[in-house]
């Protein structure tokens, strides 16, 4: 009889180990499940402000391209090269023919043709200015500014500069 009391001790022993090792083993299982969890989501959360910048870049890249296209428009039509043109703090989008005054509106996203504007479509984080300096008669000085906040309430700028020249004869 000693020897089964010794064996049933030792089972005893053994069931109250099992449970332990097991605890631990799905503690540190969970953890590592919540650990890739976070990185996940994480990931997500950052791809969103990285998508949001190219937008940014992309939307102040136009802004001067706008500009760009203006001062062509003068020169085809045999007008000064600079006609239009103030110092000051402007909007435009795609099919502007002019400059109008800045109203710190939020461009639209239309989904159907995926044109930002100021006439159609969902609204948008994201607000563009294009800032105007006259350097003398034979320079124009061109700030193109995209702001945006994100839903973490994150504040976002780019700022693209150029200067346009009076280079033709």
């Known amino acids: 009889q000693p020897m089964i009391k010794i064996q049933n001790s030792k089972l005893k022993t053994n069931n109250g180990q099992l449970i332990i090792e097991s605890m631990i083993g799905i503690s540190i299982a969970v953890v590592g499940i919540l650990g890739v969890l976070t990185l996940l989501s994480r990931s ?5 402000v990285v998508s ?3 937008t940014g870049a992309y939307l102040a890249a136009e802004g001067i391209e706008i500009t760009k296209n203006l001062i062509d428009a003068n020169i085809i039509q045999f007008k000064p090269w600079n006609q239009g043109f103030l110092s000051g703090s402007f909007e435009a989008d795609y099919n502007s023919i ?3 005054p800045n109203q710190n509106r939020r461009l639209l996203f239309d989904s159907a ?8 479509g969902n ?3 994201f607000t563009r200015t294009v800032d105007i300096q006259l350097i ?3 320079e124009i000085k061109v700030n193109s500014v995209v702001k945006w ?3 973490g309430g994150g504040n976002f700028e780019v ?5 346009f020249f009076n280079w033709r004869p």
């Open 52 to 54: 949001d910048q190219f």
């Open 98 to 100: 002019n400059l109008e």
């Open 44 to 48: 997500i959360s950052l791809n969103r």
């Open 159 to 163: 700022n693209l500069e150029d200067h």
């Open 149 to 151: 906040t994100t839903r």
């Open 123 to 125: 609204p948008t984080n």
């Open 113 to 120: 043709n995926n044109f930002y504007s100021y006439d159609a």
């Open 136 to 138: 003398g008669s034979e």
